[in-house]
């Protein structure tokens, strides 16, 4: 399977079943370099399980995955080489402080000068203030913004983020959206999963909505607005939201046969 330049990651017909459950039926994405990718899908879409095989943690049925143009079944060490995983639940040490955590990842990667890398990823998430206390005492903002800031330990290319904010209040939700923009912004590919629409409009260069084992839409937050029917012109015009959008396409009825027929094609 080719890469082509500039794409941090390829996915091509990727089938994956547990017993009779057939959770992925033929997926297929790329993500451009330095971007931020959101699989978007209901709970139980099989985004978890698409980001495990990515992350060689579990290997396909069928088709084929590449990162950073290796090969995920094949090339898994290269892979891993390439990528970190924050999942779900912080991985993060309570009873260590916010630095020691960041220092031990760093001796984990035989790093050289690990107090200043520490110090550096505290800096880069705004942790700096809080850097010696004990993390049981830290919000779960800055627990989820110094499990990405672990997650980065050794600079790698890209970076998976499963469901970063799910179960975060409102303020610490904008923080760790604002880590996720400042990590593509120093050239981080992203991959988030999401089942929250407006975390992908908020964040995504490009949305897939992953629906039935299948993308189902795939494109920038204008095209998949295109996907609906021209807005209707009362008074103002209105903008349909990613939400009327996600609704539609998953749902069934006519605006699903619209939908299909101006699928978005992915990005050469
Ligand atoms: N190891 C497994 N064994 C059996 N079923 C699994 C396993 N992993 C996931 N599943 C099932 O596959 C489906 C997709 O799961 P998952 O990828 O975690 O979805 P999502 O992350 O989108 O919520 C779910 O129905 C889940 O119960
Ligand atoms: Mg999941």
Known sequence: MTTRPGEAIRVRGLEKSFG???VLRGTDFAVAR???????????AGKTTVVRILSTLLRPD?????????????RAADVRESISLTGQFAAVDDVLTGRENLVLVARLRHLDDVGRVADALLARFGLTDAARRRVATYSGGMRRRLDIA????????????DE???GLDPQS??????????????GTTVLLTTQYLDEAEQLADRIAILHEGRIIANGTLADLRRLLPPAEVEHVEKQPTLEDVFL???GTGTAVAAAGRTRVEEPR
């Open 20 to 22: 009779d459950l057939h």
């Open 150 to 161: 672990m997650s980065l330990v050794g600079d790698p290319p890209v970076i998976f983020l």
């Open 164 to 166: 970063p904010t799910t």
């Open 34 to 44: 330095g971007s931020i990718f959101a699989l978007l899908g209901s709970n139980g």
């Open 173 to 186: 939700r904008l923080e760790v959206w604002n880590s996720v923009r400042e990590l593509a912004r120093q």
């Open 248 to 250: 539609a396409v998953v």
């Open 62 to 74: 069928a088709g084929s995955a590449t990162v950073e143009g290796f090969d995920v079944v094949a």
